[in-house]
């Protein structure tokens, strides 16, 4: 009895170690417990955020995959995002360990990063307006066709264009836009993948979407790693085991259920007119109202930081430029001169992207974002603080150095305070700038207010009312800083 | 001990190739009232701010207390509190109100409790007859009630000399009696001051020496007595003639 029981245990210790063994090599493989994926939640029903209720989850057909993997290795995931063209940088920063975002594995892709399998095989799609019988490949010619920059989606485009002839590719960063756009008859088509059409099709009862039949080079999803990832095979195995036992046809049935009858369903020609006008409906983002709201504080918090560090900063570049000392002003004289003459944006990228392949310090988004702004509104800042300075009278420094008050405490108490004042509407004027650029930092996955608005409006297949909504919110948070701002110089003048 | 507050020696100014002062050598003794007269552009307040260094002599030395204050290791801060000046357009500190400006070096510099300087800024506010506006900004006093919070301010340091630049040229007439009635009381208390002033009156009653300045050049040197009855050169005579 003993010795059968101690069998036993013995025997279910070995598979054990067997099969415990598998999660030790997946964590150690790369030295981590925690997995990072990084997405790009603004393409459903491959990845979106699920905002009702002011709650925030990404969720998605990319999502349940890499759940079900997570189980399997027996990792814990943390999910990251940015925009669809900020992904293989991120992992080529390693900021994350993979992309699951629909993307294809292309050659130019593969340069740069390693794929796994195929999961999912997705069919492109013509999109046009009901009226304009365009269908087929070969109706596109002479005409102009919208895709989203960075997809496979336009690199089949491109393959289309070679084929027939005089087609003009418009290349726009989002699906909403090119959707916009066919709407707004700026572009006269767009080739987009057929889950995505579907639910564009199904919000915009104007458009309609006909499956490209055949495209060598199918386009389908896989999942991409840093180049010599230890995690490519453990994955691989793991799919091949969902496309066996049937789970991968149970997700994409989920997500992408009405597919299958999408052509008939939804490509009837019938003529109804495009409705003019806007067609807004507001009531169709009131439940995400709350979620858009959230981005306030961030937003708040993001410009009050960087206006505030960039105050400092832009006095002691000012205090550069004033002091005489010629390595100083030369440093500062430059270094105005090249963030103001380079895009904000670019500077964003960079120092967002580079910063943890220059010094291994993997920045996070928001302080990527706060320093850039900082660094960016310090040029800006010191030439106008150099120029309050410069318009104190002077006899208030002969005043103040003929007690002998210190340089220092001179330009703290004395100068400062009076420059301030003069240039406080340059300020404002600055701050408002910065909160309205703000939005900028979404490029870089922090969900802000615009962003949070896109989110929305990606989610519902709509365009224009989670942005209006977000242009009133913006509108309302300017005219409350410009009323602080005019209460502040009141206080200022109680000396004039 | 030289008694000595200030020497200067072969002092030269020049703005590129203007030569505003020229081998200026002489002496400010402790107590004396010193007057700086002159036609305008003679130099008189290149002079005196070049005593507390507000300009950088072009060659020549200036002592104080027997200290080459010219040279680079010098805390020119450290003098200055000692040396302080008076504007002709006072140059109060706005963003404060008139007990601030008064209180604000003797605390900062000087390290004074602030209970203290405030009780001393008061004094002095009743000195100069201005008690009731020490909570009022700038803004709202009269030429002649800044100059007079200027001269407060400039007390409040406890300084060993004062330097007068044009104290009543930028005031109303009306205002200009009180400002050197102040200033009269204060050369009474024995303190130094060197005065550059156009008022003609109260240098040769208030001051105990004149200095003429013409060219950038120290051009006589002599009591006020002998200045205004006697006067040595032709350019101070024609200057008393067009002035009196």
Known sequence: ?496 | MNKAIIRTDLLCKSFGKLEVLQDISTEINRGEVVAILGPSGSGKSTFLRCINLLEIPTKGKVYFHDDDITLPKTNIAQIRQRLVMVFQHFNLFPHMTVLQNITYAPIKVKGLDKKQAQIKGLELLEKVGLAEKADVYPAKLSGGQKQRVAIARALAMEPEMILFDEPTSALDPEMVKDVLEVMRSLANTGITMAIVTHEMGFAREVASRIMFLDKGRLAEDASPKDFFVHPQCDRAKQFLEKML
Request: hydrophobic share 45%; net charge positive; no cysteine.
């Open chain 1, 1 to 496: 009895m003993k010795k059968r029981r101690l069998f036993l245990f013995t025997i279910v210790l070995v598979i054990a170690i067997i099969f415990s063994n598998y999660h030790p090599t997946i964590a150690s493989s790369v030295g981590k417990e925690t997995l990072t994926m990084i997405t790009s939640p603004d393409y459903p029903p491959y990845e979106f955020y699920e905002t009702k209720g002011g709650e925030r989850q990404i969720v998605g057909f990319d999502i349940d995959i890499a759940n079900y993997i997570k189980k399997e290795l027996g990792f814990k995931l943390k999910i990251t995002q940015s925009d669809f063209n900020g992904l293989i940088p991120a992992l080529q920063a390693n900021r994350a360990d993979f992309v699951m975002a629909g993307m294809t594995p292309t050659p130019q892709r593969r340069e740069n990063v390693d794929f796994s399998i195929i999961y999912y095989e997705a069919k492109d799609t013509i999109v046009a307006a009901k009226t304009s019988n365009l269908k087929k490949p070969e109706d596109l010619s002479g005409k102009i066709v919208g895709v989203q920059l960075g997809t496979i989606q336009e690199q089949n485009a491109k393959r289309i264009s070679q084929k027939v002839a005089d087609i003009q590719l418009k290349r726009l960063n989002k699906v909403p836009e090119i959707v916009q756009e066919i709407k707004a008859g700026r572009i006269d088509a767009a080739i987009v993948e057929a889950t995505v059409a579907l639910g564009y099709v199904k919000a915009n009862p104007d458009l309609l979407f006909n499956i490209i039949p055949s495209i060598e080079n199918t386009s389908g999803s896989a999942i991409a790693f840093p180049k010599g990832s230890q995690l490519v095979e453990p994955f691989n195995n793991v799919l091949r085991k969902m496309k066996n036992n049937g789970e991968l046809e149970r997700l994409s049935k989920k997500w992408f259920s009405a597919t299958s009858s999408t052509s008939e369903a939804l490509s009837p020609n019938s003529s109804t007119k495009i409705a003019d006008g806007l067609n807004l409906d507001f009531r169709r983002i009131i439940p995400d109202i709350p979620y858009i709201l959230q981005g306030i504080p961030l937003t708040l918090l993001f410009t009050l930081s960087s206006v505030f560090f960039g105050l400092f900063w832009g006095t002691a570049l000012s205090f550069f430029k004033i002091s005489g000392i010629k390595p100083l002003g030369w440093f500062a004289n430059v270094y105005t001169s090249i963030f103001r003459g380079t895009p904000l944006l670019l500077q964003l990228s960079l120092i967002y992207f580079a910063t943890p392949q220059l010094t291994g310090y993997n920045i996070p988004a928001l302080y990527a974002g706060v320093l850039t702004f900082t660094l960016n509104s310090g040029a800006y800042m010191s030439e106008t603080i150099r120029g309050g300075i410069q318009a104190v009278d002077k006899g208030q420094f002969e005043a103040a150095m003929s007690m002998g008050v210190t340089y220092g405490m001179m330009m703290w108490d004395i100068i400062l305070p009076q420059a301030l004042k003069n240039i406080l509407p340059a300020l404002v004027n600055e701050t408002i700038g910065l909160l309205k650029d703000s939005s900028l930092v979404a490029t870089i996955g922090v969900v802000e207010i615009l962003r949070s608005a896109q989110i929305v409006g990606a989610n519902k297949y709509i365009y224009f009312e989670p942005l209006l909504f977000a242009g009133l919110i913006y509108y309302a948070l300017v005219i409350g800083l410009s009323f602080a701002a005019s209460a502040l110089e009141r206080k200022l003048r109680k000396s004039d």
